[in-house]
């Protein structure tokens, strides 16, 4: 069973700190797919990225970027620079079929 | 890109009374259509499966019978919440996938259903 683990339940910085969430994941599969979401207070789910399993090259995008490790089992992500504006929820996700699965989330809030 | 357009985005509904959520992709054809259950502050669950012209695959858990889903096309699924009640009062959200797509899988906006 796939299983994706975000232990961070809340962080909170000010801005223009950098700040980490983690993630770790469970799955038995070789070929599979992790992603990263936004979800802003309004609800929806912002696509951020996505990785499959055969690429462990780390990517940035702006401010945002993300640490795959497959040794470790963990697709990190990583704001540099945070603003007020990246205060959301943040949410792993894992799919290794059809399906996709998704962490707790993690809640950040980024103060003035 | 591709966009899932889900309606209606709030619904506040009576105790024992049906709700219909439509979960529709605009710009691609869905033969897989996956909704989920967010209850507040937590993580989203998926609730089911469904594949266009068959039945819906339930995650263990969920009730087939009170959450009925349709996918009776490749463009359109719904979800009916049936007899409602207080505890069904969630933020429900669907996704799509199409035939030969797999990432990233297409969200739509999502339904905050309240049941008074």
């Known amino acids: 069973a796939q299983k994706v683990t975000q232990a961070q339940t809340e962080i909170s910085v000010v801005e223009k700190e950098d700040v980490t969430l983690d993630c770790v994941y469970e799955?038995?599969?070789?070929?599979?797919?992790l992603f990263w979401y936004k979800q802003p207070p309004s609800g929806e789910l912002v696509f951020l990225i996505r990785?499959?399993?055969?690429?462990?090259q780390n990517e940035i995008s702006g401010r945002y970027s993300w640490n795959f490790q497959k040794s470790t089992s963990s697709f990190n992500f990583t704001i540099t620079a945070s603003q007020v504006v990246d205060s959301a929820v943040y949410f792993c996700?894992?799919?290794?079929?059809?399906?996709?699965?998704f962490g707790a989330g993690t809640r950040l809030t980024v103060k003035p | 890109g591709a966009v899932v357009s889900q309606h209606p985005s709030w619904v506040i509904c009576k105790s024992g009374t049906s709700v219909k959520i439509e979960c529709r992709s605009l710009?691609?054809?869905?033969?897989?259509m996956f909704w989920y259950r967010q209850f507040p502050k937590q993580s989203l669950m998926l609730m089911a499966t469904?594949?266009?012209?068959?039945?819906?695959?339930?995650e263990q858990g969920v009730e087939k019978d009170k959450f009925l889903i349709n996918h009776a096309s490749l463009t359109l699924s719904t979800l009916t919440v049936t007899s409602a009640h207080p505890e069904d009062s969630s933020f429900y959200i669907c996704?799509?996938?199409?035939?030969?797509?797999?990432?990233?899988?297409?969200f739509g906006n999502g339904t905050r259903l309240t049941v008074t």
């Open positions: 996700a894992l799919s290794e079929a059809i399906d996709m699965r």
């Open positions: 996704s799509a996938r199409g035939d030969g797509q797999f990432i990233p899988l297409h």
């Open positions: 799955t038995r599969d070789t070929t599979y797919y």
């Open positions: 710009d691609f054809q869905a033969t897989t």
């Open positions: 990785r499959n399993s055969f690429d462990e």
């Open positions: 469904s594949n266009e012209g068959s039945k819906a695959t339930y």
